[in-house]
């Protein structure tokens, strides 16, 4: 049977890796992104996939979405929770409350708005896949990054208990933990951690390499096949655990 798939953030970077790598597999993937502009890329050269432009953390168009997707495909085997922002780079007395709870509601609330629409529907068919995207941040902590750390130790804790209450009817929830994943995103992080640390950018980037046992970033192709593995019937027992993709983080 044919999957049928979100990816949020599924417009660039690692939610785009994943969409894709679901797409190999003859899954039907819709993909989720406030980036217009990247979603037209996507489609353009993809007409396969379908999408939608939306703030992840607005609930009415999250619960709008989710309807179409259901009304348009009638079912919902993988939701892939991929939506994160970086948050701001600085000591936590320079941390404004604004901030702290854009990078929460980007991080957090859009993951449990999501998940409370796709629930009901897995709960239907008595089988699903959650897949949500956190951070090694969120085991051993961010200097600097507090809030991006904080959302992403909730993320785990959101995902072990859903992988709890939702065992009975065989929906799957699980966490995967990328390290330091190459591409724009990360160099905009480490363009930030060298300005507050006031230390050159390659600098930060030799540390971020030797802090893990392979001393090398991770590909967002990494993360792309786990996801489709959790996905899997080779999966079918996996549920609840935390996966982390990130080479072996020995050290910040």
């Known amino acids: 049977m044919t999957q049928s798939v979100i990816v949020t953030a599924g417009g660039s970077g690692i939610g785009l890796a994943i969409a894709q790598a679901f797409r190999q597999t003859g899954a039907d993937v819709h993909l989720v992104d406030q980036d217009?502009?990247?979603?037209?890329s996507v489609t353009q050269a993809n007409p396969e996939f379908q999408a939608t432009c939306l703030d992840v953390s607005d609930e009415r168009a999250v619960n709008e979405a989710m309807t179409a997707h259901l009304s348009k495909l009638g079912r919902l085997d993988v939701l892939v929770n991929c939506a994160g922002i970086a948050g701001p780079t600085a000591g936590i007395e320079n941390i404004t409350l604004a901030e702290w709870r854009q990078c929460l509601a980007v991080n957090l609330d859009a993951m449990f708005l999501f998940s409370r629409q796709a629930v009901p529907i897995m709960k239907d068919q008595k089988s699903g896949n959650l897949i949500n995207i956190a951070s090694t941040a969120g085991w051993?902590?961010?200097p600097l990054r507090t809030p991006y750390a904080a959302s992403k130790s909730a993320v785990i804790g959101l995902t072990r208990s859903l992988a709890m209450e939702l065992g009975p009817w065989g929906i799957r929830a699980n966490v995967i933990c990328p390290g330091s994943v190459a591409g724009d995103r990360m160099d905009r992080v480490i363009t930030a951690e060298a300005r507050e640390k006031g230390v050159t950018e390659a600098e930060i980037r030799s540390r971020y390499t030797k802090s893990n046992s392979l001393?090398?970033?991770?590909?967002a192709e990494d993360i792309a096949d786990m996801a489709c593995f959790l996905a899997s019937s080779q999966a079918r027992r996996v549920t609840g655990q935390v996966l982390n993709v990130d080479g072996n983080l020995e050290a910040f």
């Not at 217009?36 to 037209?40: F, G, H, N, T, V």
């Not at 001393?215 to 590909?219: E, L, N, R, V, Y």
Request: charged share 25%.
């Open 140 to 142: 051993h902590g961010y």
């Open 36 to 40: 217009q502009k990247a979603l037209a």
């Open 215 to 219: 001393k090398t970033f991770i590909d």
